[in-house]
């Protein structure tokens, strides 16, 4: 079974960074895409960047300059390295991605738990 692990999120103070850690487990065949997503309470899980298995990276303008989308695909991991940090930040983050399970099978998205990321003023 498909599983998405995230890790490293927490509690840090404006300006500061933390990176998230997502890693792919189970069998499966390949991984295309793989990204983050938040969501606050009330709103809609919102994309904040992504990344093609061949490193081409989208990045929302919220977090431009700020957010750095990164994968590894020998590890199977997507990271999220997130500098200066804004208040505004705080947010469940959610690793997602597009997983082929077998090679003759369709893709599939599978979702992370959810890692809390809290920035205070």
């Known amino acids: 079974q498909v599983q998405l692990v995230e890790s490293g999120g927490g509690l840090v103070q404006a300006g500061g960074s933390l990176r998230l850690s997502c890693a792919a487990s189970?069998?499966?065949?390949?991984?295309?895409?793989m990204g983050w997503y938040r969501q606050t309470p009330g709103k809609q899980r919102e994309l904040v960047a992504s990344?093609?298995?061949?490193?081409?990276?989208n990045t929302v303008d919220s977090v431009k300059g700020r957010f750095t989308i990164s994968r590894d695909n020998a590890k199977r991991t997507v990271y999220l390295q997130m500098n200066t940090l804004k208040p505004e930040d705080t947010a469940v983050y959610y690793c997602?991605?597009?997983?082929?399970?077998?090679?003759?099978?369709?893709?599939?998205?599978?979702w992370g738990q959810g890692t809390q990321v809290t920035v205070s003023s």
């Open positions: 997602n991605a597009v997983i082929r399970t077998t090679w003759q099978s369709n893709e599939y998205e599978y």
């Open positions: 990344i093609t298995s061949s490193g081409s990276t």
């Open positions: 189970g069998r499966f065949f390949s991984i295309n895409a």
